[in-house]
């Protein structure tokens, strides 16, 4: 999904990427405040990069469950949220296998130490 935006439903939808830079996925909502313009973050390893492609993935799907909320009847963005659900899932599996937990309910506390007691934090040292 590199492209700037995708239609689903005469909805115009940002990409993950844009979406999650500009906090707002709804291109018809979007209203860029004075002249700011949001940072771009740039992850200087793989691991933040994961991390941060899973943020992307994680805002897109929050963002498809608000609007479901209120147009539940929508089969179209229904399947992109759970294209984006799946994604995700898939996304998280892959970094906990490398990286290690990223939550309290994650299968790879089972074993011990705990990883984050010999890492540091996924979310630590992202530049801005």
């Known amino acids: 999904m590199n492209n700037n935006y995708i239609y689903r ?3 115009n939808l940002f990409s993950p990427e844009n979406g999650y830079n500009l906090g707002n ?15 771009q973050l740039k992850a200087r390893s793989d691991q ?9 993935i994680s805002f897109a799907m929050h963002e498809m469950n608000l609007y479901l909320d ?5 089969q179209k963005i229904q399947k ?3 294209d984006y ?10 970094y906990e296998q490398k990286y290690g937990a990223l939550t309290t309910c ?16 996924p979310w630590e040292g992202l530049d801005v």
């Not at 933040?48 to 992307?56: F, I, K, P, T």
């Not at 994650?106 to 934090?121: G, R, V």
């Open 25 to 39: 996925m709804f291109q018809n909502l979007y209203d860029q405040y004075k002249d700011y313009k949001p940072v």
């Open 70 to 74: 209120l147009h539940p009847n929508d």
């Open 9 to 11: 439903n005469n909805v």
């Open 80 to 82: 992109l949220f759970n």
């Open 106 to 121: 994650s299968d790879s506390l089972e074993e011990m130490p705990f990883n984050w007691a010999t890492t540091s934090f």
């Open 48 to 56: 933040e990069r994961s991390y941060l492609e899973l943020s992307r």
């Open 85 to 94: 659900r799946k994604m995700f899932i898939d996304l998280e599996k892959k």
